[in-house]
């Protein structure tokens, strides 16, 4: 299935191209990713990251004055399925969460000097960052409840408090964090501010990497519990206005949940592509495959609706966040979050039992991802949050009054 | 949500004029509708008809010239949308299955004879006809397995067979009839012919209006159970070449297939507003609402992104059958016709729960779509037949021989 | 699949008695039961009915003394899964809804007067009865809303209001009505009585057989909406304390709700059965059934699961009841009443796809269950209530306040 | 809920001594287990281990002359759903798999010398076994299709083949090898016998442990690929007849598949326990809890009502097993396999969601068993065969053949 309507000239050319890359260099580096540590994979990654650049298609998420391809959302959207394919496709073309966040955040608000000292090298893939604010003591859906202070002391903040699921901590130069600079403030939602930490700062204590379903990680493929005592950084730290927090919180992560769907719309090609190949590749008796029964083909079918369904969805958003803004997509994003994600789940889920016994192995990608995205429905905010979000914006105007 | 991808100039126009006339002049008459027959109904039927042509929106499928709207399949699939938040709402705009259906056959295949004498009164909305190919004994998923036969005889056909679920034969002027010609051919998908067959030609039995869920219905609103009997017709009565009967019934399945979808569509959203005006309303404490509660918010959004979903498969299938040719879409169609089946079943099952004992009396238009659009899963092919179909057809791509 | 742990030396003489009398006797009536008016049917019903008293099956749940058969309630359970298979089977043996509740109450709180005029007659099955409580103003999960009163007026009591869904009420001799008489009850679980209501009375206004998924039935089959307009009754009418109601209706509907178990999973073991029947029966290309297709197989193989999984929740919690009492098994009641009506709804539901075309008509009982017992999920308390009274027992244990 | 029909005199006194000791004794080792090797572990276990000897509650399966303590099948079921609270729970009662069905084989087939060497010690736990069947090239679920060899040369059998998936092969003594000793029997089912094949025998080749879900695992807890390349025992380590491989693999599996369901229960319940836990602790907005949340609440009451229901199934089924014996409930067997299964997946991952981004940690034991069990909807035979083995069954019956 295609989706013809989207597909603009530019994609024609370079959808091919980058699919060919993924598949030829990358693929290929999946075994050592899925069996070793993301550290002694960096050198290989470098070269492919060069290999890349002088391909043209460094950054596609970038303008093209600042290094990178200058596609649109939509055509992003579908550079970014291509990529998803495979867990390192991202990091090789440097638009990798958490990076690419924090990028739009210091295009759209950074200063001139922070635009110069974080924002270049990390366009340039020189380094990498990482954004802290999720708090393991409470809930990530109600931004009210958070508990890191950043008080002022002279040309200071000093920053107090406990974070964790900061991605990608170990080994970044900087963290993103949210922190309450106004807890005066009667409006909770203008309490926080976004801070500038570079993470050789005094007080920026690494705790852990999380074992996540069984795996720490390392590097760039891990998630943080973070400590911060007394972590001091000059005022000019602070990123955009104090007390926006949680405006930048949301422009950070409207187009960062349209990026993870379509990261998962790749992730369920290459499930949905592997399924297939087995189905027609084990024999249940001689001459009889697992293709030809009538349950394999009833999940390949539901798993081929609901990604088109899922990637119909996530394009048309895009298009509307372009021609309308992000303000008028909110209920979308939403939407397509909880949505997406379930497709995702259930096709890998199905991939897995078409495989058997191999399936839950390492010796395909599917089991690393059948762990590591079972996420995908709480990061970001749990299906049941962005469910109440959007039934509550509908009944709003049915008259209903939230409770 | 909207599709404002999919959105014409045209249908800016149009749409609101026709949601407006479904409203107002059409949701009125379903309490009678739901307690009387389609017969005591048809008087204010014909007034709405003619309201419908005076205002310009008559037969939005059919081209100007033949006194239609001229839409693009896109842009009909939106009217659909609209036209089928009411039972009677195809009906009222002169497009309703199997007339649509037995019009386009008559476009695309008929004689100038046949047009004159079948199509144009029909294109009019002076008669009404049906379409007569399920039979009771076998399985319509297996076209090999008919058997109604039409033996030539001199400058006749003579046709004898038993049929079921000829849609709306009940006042139908003429039947639109398959039945095996070329037993003889080795190929089975070219023995059967389609015949145009008047309801008064003797020999033509209409035994029964099927019970289906309670009810008989009468008229339009019917679904016949006919005997063949000797029935004899001229041999200008057939249809398209003779053989072609598999071929023409494909050409009348594909786009009926997809008015279907958007059809469902309509009903989604209209059991969807229901929905949500229901949960406003009721109140289940002091204070507090069926709306506060999270169940029925998770069902609330989790009915709009399936029925976005639907709808942007079905558009886009519309478009991709637009731009590139029925032929190209076949799995598209066969995808959406069990995606939606499905969505809808699981939509009007949550509204109706949401409505509690009010849901399931006669009440609200609701327990109707319930019980007689079980059949969506059912008829022009079973869910489990498209899955197949889709399934295989991908699987052979992956070198898997069809079983 | 047997309970062999629950099947008693009667069961194991009287089940096969009352199976085959079902089979043989009842099930051969049907076709008559779905197109034509109860009361139509009464007459060879009455006949059924002396011929069950005759073979003394009459009234199961009885005590031997009352004239029944003074089973065990883990005994009746297994009677009733028999007498649900046919939508007549309860009613040929005197213990169908609403009149086996009513028996129950008259049992337990009626005065020796009322047993003389009511309860008696009832056993004998000589007239019917109804129980009046829902109202469609007010949700009936929540006893707090309730609009009907009844003031006591020296020696009578004047009941004003309006119900509906009082099932059985068109023909039935007696009404046991639930009214507010002590508004001014702080506790208002302590507010409403039950009071017996003949149907002569002056004021019991049957305003209408309310149209329920196309059918406003007749007589015992039907479900009425009612006004209490100044109805007047003498104060010897009160059926157990004053302010006693709900207290009353705890105690009715524990074991009615038992009773719709077992009740349901006969008529999953009938549509089982059907659709076994047509698997095997239909072939849909020569030589292959649909019951050698795994998606059918799936289907048999999930429904035999889970009818065999319900079954044994109701039969222990049966057990339970039993041994320990009705308040022991509030969570169990709950949880068997929203388990087993999922498990009814989806089995009918496949039941029906297996079927085809001929699934949806009145050619089978199926689409006869589809539409009436899709209220299994909401009389007696929806799903959503039973769901959410389990959760907070249980969460009561892990120090969680209601809310 | 409680199963207070199958409780006996004797587990009433020692259902909660085990739960005691698996709470005080065991839970606190599970963060251990998660984190570091088996091995490592292994010598706190045997401190667990003589502990539960000297409770007396050693071997529950064994009889009391065998040093074990002759529970019924019944009994051991829920003695066995105690020891799968964690997951190391039947490893220190000495009933884990896959020693427990070898120690059934060995002593229902064993010859004496066979007891005295290779069962004895396993029953004193003083060594562990595994079972080598399943082999990467072919679908388990088809028996026809083995490729190992066991040929017979004078008094030795020489074994070749490619086996995985033998589980605990790290560290065991012995294993037990299904191999094809008869392969010009024309019955199938008549071609493999059992072999036993002490592992340090020259030609047993522990290719390596397989990562599964990211864990290649050690010791007990792993799961080997393994070459047997002219792999040579004297034909003495036959167990049971030759060619009576599948028909001893089927009385090995019946019962272990019973193990398996009453394990997956115990996690169930854990699981439970857990989402419980965190669903009145977790404060999502000032005084609101996650537990007072609908969605959560429909979680809790639907799992309570699966595993209350997954329970009865297997407990009747062992009731019956006993009896009636093995064969009259293969049924039952398969049906209870994938029921559990999936009662299973649901209930972990319903728990995962309640934890939110604690859920995918490995700071609670969820996510372990969240990607360890992923493996019972395969293992033992996936939901696909044993739903068509149940469907098959049933529809011969109904006069079927199979294909």
């Known amino acids: 299935m295609q989706t013809h309507l989207f597909n603009t000239q530019r994609l024609k050319e370079i959808l091919p191209q980058i699919r060919n890359f993924v598949k030829e260099e990358l693929y290929p580096l999946e075994a050592q990713f899925l069996h070793n540590s993301f550290r002694s994979l960096e050198p290989l990654l470098a070269e492919k990251r060069n290999a890349v650049k002088k391909a043209g298609l460094w950054a596609p998420h970038l303008p093209e004055k600042d290094g990178g391809m200058g596609l649109t959302l939509v055509e992003f959207a579908q550079v970014s399925e291509e990529l998803g394919r495979t867990p390192i496709g991202h990091y090789v073309f440097n638009c990798q969460a958490p990076d690419i966040g924090n990028m739009e955040l210091l295009h759209k608000f950074g200063s001139a000097e922070q635009k110069e000292k974080f924002l270049n090298p990390l366009m340039k893939g020189e380094l990498r960052s990482c954004f802290s604010m999720t708090e393991p003591g409470f ?3 109600n931004p009210v409840m958070m508990s890191t202070t950043a008080v002022r002391e002279e040309n200071s903040y000093v920053i107090n408090g406990h974070k964790w699921f900061t991605s990608s901590a170990d ?3 900087f963290a993103i964090v949210m922190a309450v600079t106004n807890l005066e403030q009667p409006n909770p939602y203008t309490r926080a501010s976004m801070i500038l930490v570079p993470t050789d700062t005094p007080g920026f204590i690494h705790v852990r990497n999380i074992r996540i379903m069984g795996e720490a990680g390392d590097s760039y493929n891990s ?8 972590c001091r950084v000059p005022i000019e730290n602070l990123l955009g206005p104090e007390g926006a927090g949680f405006k930048l919180a949301q422009e950070r992560l409207g187009p960062g949940r349209i990026h993870h769907c379509m990261r998962w719309i790749g992730i369920c090609e ?3 592509d592997l399924m297939c190949k087995r189905a027609v590749a084990r024999e249940i008796a001689p001459g009889e495959f697992l293709g030809n029964k009538q349950t394999i083909q009833a999940w390949i079918a539901e798993s081929r609706a609901s990604i088109q369904a899922a990637r119909l969805m996530v394009l048309h958003t895009a298009y509307q966040m372009e021609v309308e803004g992000q303000a008028a997509v909110r209920e979308e994003i939403s939407t397509i979050k909880f949505f997406v994600a379930n497709v995702l789940q259930t ?3 199905r991939a897995i039992q078409v495989h058997g ?5 390492d010796d395909t990608i599917l089991a690393y991802w059948y762990r590591h995205e079972r996420g995908a429905r709480i990061y970001d905010g749990p299906d049941e949050v962005h469910k109440a979000v959007v039934a509550r914006k509908i009944l709003k105007n049915y008259g209903l009054e939230s409770k």
Chains 1, 2, 3, 4 share one sequence.
Do not use: P, Q, W
């Open 223 to 230: 998630h943080a519990e973070i400590k911060y005592e007394n």
């Open 139 to 141: 809930a990530g859906s």
């Open 270 to 272: 290459r499930a949905f």
């Open 357 to 361: 016994a191999l399936g839950i192995t």
């Open 347 to 349: 096709v890998i889920d």
């Open 171 to 173: 080994g970044a130069r």
